[in-house]
């Protein structure tokens, strides 16, 4: 039986794990796409289904200053970085008529 595209997310206050599991890239476009609020745009060119995991800090949705909750560390990768070191996809911002993010290449991540 053929496995279908999926994506799980988990997340904490502002620490989110995603996994993505025979995913295409257009689908992970229109996900950036309502994660962020802006429009982005695939300019990789890839076509075909990946499996990758992403985790990273969304640093909007952190708290400074309360000692009694947990803070993520500073070192985590905010979504830009963790595309980049986890997934080997570079998000930039441009600016046209309107603000929007482009993914404009791919590159294969390390084994690390």
């Given at each position: 039986?053929?496995?279908?595209?999926a994506?799980?997310?988990?997340?904490?206050?502002?620490?989110f794990?995603?996994?993505?599991?025979?995913?295409?890239?257009?689908?992970?476009?229109?996900?950036?796409a309502?994660?962020?609020?802006?429009p982005?745009?695939?300019?990789?060119?890839?076509?075909g289904l990946?499996d990758f995991?992403?985790?990273?800090?969304d640093?909007?949705?952190?708290r400074?200053?309360?000692?009694?909750?947990p803070?993520?560390?500073?070192?985590?990768?905010?979504?830009f970085?963790?595309?980049?070191?986890?997934?080997?996809?570079k998000?930039?911002?441009k600016?046209?008529a309107?603000?929007?993010l482009?993914?404009?290449?791919?590159?294969?991540?390390?084994?690390?």
């Open positions: 039986e053929e496995e279908k595209s994506v799980r997310s988990g997340a904490g206050r502002s620490e794990q995603w996994t993505f599991r025979k995913y295409p890239i257009a689908g992970l476009v229109n996900l950036l309502s994660f962020l609020g802006s982005v745009q695939d300019q990789t060119g890839l076509a990946y995991k992403l985790q990273f800090i640093r909007r949705y952190q400074p200053g309360n000692d009694s909750e803070q993520p560390l500073d070192a985590a990768p905010d979504l970085g963790a595309l980049q070191e986890q997934a080997g996809l998000l930039e911002k600016k046209g309107g603000e929007v482009v993914v404009d290449r791919a590159e294969r991540a390390s084994e690390n």
